[in-house]
Structure formats: C-alpha cells, structure tokens
C-alpha cells in the first residue's frame, strides 16, 4: 500500500509544476488534464475493445493494424502514448506480455499495472518459464500450443487480443467485456463464459 506523500514531496512537486509553467514547457492545466486522463484509464477500456473486436470484423481489422487508432475509436485519447500493438490469439497460439526492463504498460487502455507486472520475479520468469506461469495463474492451454511472450518497452506496447470463448454467441458487447479481465489482456489469464 503506498503511503501519502510528505509535505517536502509535495511542496517539490508544487514547486517543478510551477517552474515548468513558468517556463512555458507546460500549463497547469494540461497537467491537470494529463492527470485526469490517466485516472480514467481502466481495464474495463481494453475490455470494451476486445468485445467490439469480438462482434465487429472491420474494427476487429482495424484493432489488429493499428491499436491506437482503434483506442482513439472507442474514444480513448493516446496522444503521447508510444504505439500500441495488438498480439492476436488463435488456435495453437497464445500471447503474454511482459516488460523485461521494468513495467512497461499500455496505461490508456489497462490502466496502472499491477505490482506483479512489475516485479523482477515475474519478469524474469516469463521470458525462463511461461508456461510455469501461467500454470501458477491456473491457465491450462491446450496441449501443443505455442507460448509467444512479447516484450512490451518504452518504444511500443502490447495487450493482447483472445480468442472469444465458445458459447458466447449472441452475448452483447457489454456481457462479452465482462469476460475479459486485466490478466486476460496481457495474457496471463484466459476468458472464459459461465
């Protein structure tokens, strides 16, 4: 849990904004609009672009070519955000995502990442042991697929697209989101109805 800011911490952050504005590199306002932005940032976002990609074919196109344009779609800003990749699932093939340097994120559309993510355990151990991993997570993939980890940096970030679960037809995007957790966008959980 992390504790409150002291007053030194604060009144030095107080202090760089100011300078900052002063300087005219950036408004109090477009931090404040900054702040806010990243306070809205969510899994549920993810989520919802999964369910679309899931009952959509065209943005389900679009998600793949492009993430960030189909983040500003579903009305997400990603400006100033590095590229956002989207690794596709299929049969045989499974994705999990990793930052192998620190905790690299999509935070626009996941949200702040856990403190697992960022951990030196797991990072370590998802490039060593996926497969260990996801067992660890309870995710049991069928025998013979492919564990693909992709490295999330600085310069590009991932999440991951699942296979829609069989069952599902008909669901709305609404029901079908609610299926896709945080885990499940980076990989380390699988969606799964009822």
Excluded: N
């Excluded at 002291?6 to 408004?27: H, M, Q, W």
């Amino acid at each position: 849990m992390a504790h409150a800011p002291s007053a030194d911490s604060v009144a030095l952050l107080e202090r760089f904004t100011a300078a900052l504005a002063a300087k005219g590199i950036v408004s109090e306002s477009e931090i404040a609009a900054q702040i806010e932005r990243t306070d809205r940032a969510d899994p549920r976002i993810g989520a919802g672009m999964v369910a679309r990609a899931w009952t959509d074919p065209d943005y389900r196109a679009l998600l793949l070519r492009d993430g960030a344009q189909a983040a500003e779609a579903m009305g997400v800003s990603m400006a100033g955000a590095p590229p956002l990749g989207v690794l596709e699932d299929r049969e045989g093939l499974h994705h999990l995502v990793v930052c192998t340097l620190c905790s690299c994120y999509p935070r626009a559309v996941l949200g702040y990442p856990p403190h697992w993510y960022k951990s030196a355990a797991y990072r370590a151990r998802a490039i060593r042991d996926p497969r260990g991993v996801l067992a660890e997570w309870g995710t049991a993939l069928p025998e013979g697929t492919e564990v693909r980890v992709v490295d999330s940096t600085a310069d590009y970030r991932w999440m991951v697209l699942p296979t829609r679960p069989a069952g599902t037809e008909g669901w709305d995007a609404e029901r079908l989101a609610a299926l896709v957790s945080r885990d499940v966008l980076v990989g380390t959980r699988l969606p799964i109805a009822g």
